[in-house]
C-alpha cells in the first residue's frame, strides 16, 4: 500500500488526489483541510480514505506529502509536520514560486525529503467541487528538488508524475521562478494594465468596452484570474518580475521612438521576428497560463441558429463552458463563439459539427 498526505484539498490539491486515486494501485490517502466540506466531499467520493481534524501525527506514516495550502500558509504548515513527518518520505508542494518555500524547508531542516513541484495547470473555477482527474494530463510538472533530497527520491517522484499523465522537468528553484516570471507573472501584470488602461482611457459611453474582442479579449482573458493569488505572486516573486518589467518597459520606450520617428524597417522587424517566435512554440495544453478550449462557427442571421447548435451539442453529449455571438470579428473566422471545459470536448464539438456541414473556426 501507498500512502499519501494531503494539506489543502482546493482545485489543484484534489485533482492530484483524484488522478493518484484513479491511476495508482492500492493508494491510500489522508488530507486536512480548513473547510471540512472539502474533506467529506472526498471521503463520499471515496477519493481518500482519511480526513485528519489537524496537521500533525496523521499524516507520519505517509510516504509522500502534497503542501497544497496557499503559499503564504506552506511555512507554518511545515513546522506542523517537522516533528512527524518519516525520515525517508517526499514532501513537496504545487506552489507557483519555489523559492520562499526552499528556504523555509531548509529553516525546518527538512532538505532531504524536499522536492519543490508546480503543476502547470489549473481553472479560473477553484475548491474541491472544481477539481477533476484530468487537470494534469499532458500539463508540465515542474521538480525543484533540493540537493540534499537523494536521488532515489526524486526519481520517485517523477515515476508518479508519469503515472498521473504528466511531463516530469527537472530545475533548480531559482531557474524556476525566472521562467516562470517571463511566461506567466509578467504577462499577468502586463494584461491588468492594459485593461485597467482601457477602463481609465474609454469615454462615457464605454464605446472602448463594447468593442472590446477579438485580440484584445484573446491576449487579456488571463486579467480575470484571482488577485489575492497575483497579489502574493507578485510580493513572492518580486525581484524576477521587476528585472522583467524593466526589460518590457525599455523595449515599450524603444517601440515608442520608433513609431514617433517613422522607422518603417525598425516596426516591420518588430512585428516579423515576433511572429516567427511565436509561430515556433509547441501548440500543447502544458504551460503556465491555462488554453482556452473553443471554436468559433459561422451560423446563420436567422432565429433558431444558435439554439441549434447547442441542441446538436447537448444531444452528443458535449458540455458548454460559454457561449456568445462575435460582433467584433477582426481577427477570428465565425460569428459564434462556444467554449469547451476540455480538449476532447472541443475535437468532439467539431467534429460533430462539420459533420452536420457548419463550417468551424479553431
Known sequence: MKKFGFIGLGLIGGSIAKAIHEQVEDAWICAYDIRKEATEAALQDGVIQAAAPEIGHYFADCDMIFLCAPVQKN???LLALRGCIREDAVLTDVGSVKEPIHRAVTEAGLQGNFIGGHPMAGSERIGYAASKSKLLQNAYYIMTPEPECPKERVAKMRELILQLGAIPLEMSSEKHDYIVAGVSH???VIAASLVNLVKTSDDAEGLMKLVAAGGFKDITRIASSSPVMWQQICLTNGENILGLL???IGSLQEIRTQIADREDTELYDLFDHARVYRDSFVSASSGPIKVRYALT????DEPGALA???TILALNGI???NIG???NREYLGGDLSVEFEDEEGLNKAREVLNAKAYTTHG
Open 308 to 310: 441549434a447548435i447547442a
Open 319 to 321: 458540455s458548454i463552458k
Open 75 to 77: 511555512d507554518e504548515n
Open 325 to 327: 455571438i462575435l460582433h
Open 297 to 300: 462557427i459561422d451560423i446563420a
Open 246 to 248: 524593466d526589460s518590457y
Open 186 to 188: 509578467l504577462p499577468h
